[in-house]
């Protein structure tokens, strides 16, 4: 559902909630902008009537009710359209808590904060921690992942969106056209799942090798979405592919010890450092960020590329 239809039926809904009496289409025309910005009579009653088959199929219970003069007015007695009680056990308490914390980082923080003190309304102990009652780490959305944002919206709304992508094998990225269906994180990074229209095929994309803007297109999805999107699973199937390749380094001389625990060879280079062949699999770059200026990276190349990228979004951060 588009945004703007998305906020117009919001105060459709609002006006029909909040109101004591009816409201004829003339005094609700006049009170939501989209529908003064409607035109003609037909389109704004057209748009009007579409509107209101929806709310009520989101099960908003609208009442007609016609006056003495014969006009018809409409509203949503706050009565029939009032939700029955939810009762929360412990569990689903915390559970519920622990998703709406995932989002803390990101453009949904405010709502997820409102959510979360409702569930603390309803049941969720302030002194029980979310994490604790799940035996979890604490989730995060990566704030340096520019691109969630926008693919998030657009999984959502199902509009098809266009960047610069490159691929791990590759020295330049390239444009890619997508129709966005799901993102998943694995093992501390976020893929998107989709049918590359470019392709003609689905594709998987991780959110760190996407440069530059997302930006969004007009238009319907021309793939059927699948029913199942297996990110994980394909994501874990490239890891297989490459588990057999290596990783050179130069390690700082008695620095980065659990680098040199999996190291299958170590050459001294008589300078203060130390070359390291080590295993190259998903999510090295982000082991090696964390060992700071005491790593540096030779090869291979994409390798080198997400590591630095990954050190540029610290030093922003």
């Known amino acids: 559902m588009a945004i703007a239809k998305a906020e117009r039926l919001m105060n459709l809904a609002l006006c029909l909630l909040g109101t004591r009496r009816p409201l004829s289409k003339r005094e609700l025309r ?4 989209a529908y003064l910005e409607a035109g003609s009579d037909d ?3 057209r748009m009007f009537e579409r509107d209101k088959d929806d709310l009520r199929e989101l099960g908003l219970v609208i009442e007609t009710v016609e006056n ?13 359209n009032r939700l029955p009680p ?6 689903e308490a915390a559970a519920l808590g622990l998703a709406a914390k995932v989002w803390q980082q990101a453009r949904l923080a ?3 904060s409102g959510a979360l003190q409702k569930l603390r309304a309803a049941g969720l102990p302030e002194d029980v921690d979310p994490y604790e009652a799940h035996g979890a780490l604490e989730p995060r ?4 992942e520019a691109a969630f944002e926008p693919l998030m919206l657009a999984c959502r709304d199902r509009r098809p969106v266009v960047f610069d992508y490159r691929k791990a094998t590759a020295a330049r990225p390239e444009t890619r056209t997508v129709e966005p269906w799901a993102l998943e994180c694995w093992r501390g990074h976020w893929y998107l799942a989709g049918w590359d229209r470019d392709r003609g095929a689905e594709r998987v ?3 760190s090798r996407i440069t530059g803007r997302v930006k969004s297109r007009s238009g319907t999805f021309t793939a059927e979405v699948p029913d199942v999107v297996t990110v994980r699973e394909t994501v874990a199937s490239w890891a297989g592919e490459i588990a057999n390749r290596s990783a050179r380094i130069r390690l700082r001389t008695g ?3 659990p680098l040199r625990a999996k190291a299958t060879s170590v050459r001294e280079l008589g300078d203060g450092w130390d070359e390291l062949e080590i295993p190259y699999g998903h999510g090295l770059d982000a082991w090696l960020v964390e060992f700071g200026p005491d790593v540096v990276v030779l090869e291979p190349a994409e390798l080198r590329a997400d590591v630095v990228d990954r050190l540029r979004a610290v030093a922003k951060g």
């Open 30 to 33: 006049e009170s939501i902008e």
């Open 43 to 45: 389109s704004f009653n």
């Open 68 to 80: 003495l003069e014969g006009e018809v007015g409409y509203l949503a007695r706050r009565d029939s």
């Open 86 to 91: 939810i009762t929360l056990d412990a569990e």
């Open 110 to 112: 405010g709502a997820a």
């Open 141 to 144: 959305i990566p704030v340096h």
């Open 205 to 207: 994309f991780r959110l």
């Open 255 to 257: 620095a980065g010890y």
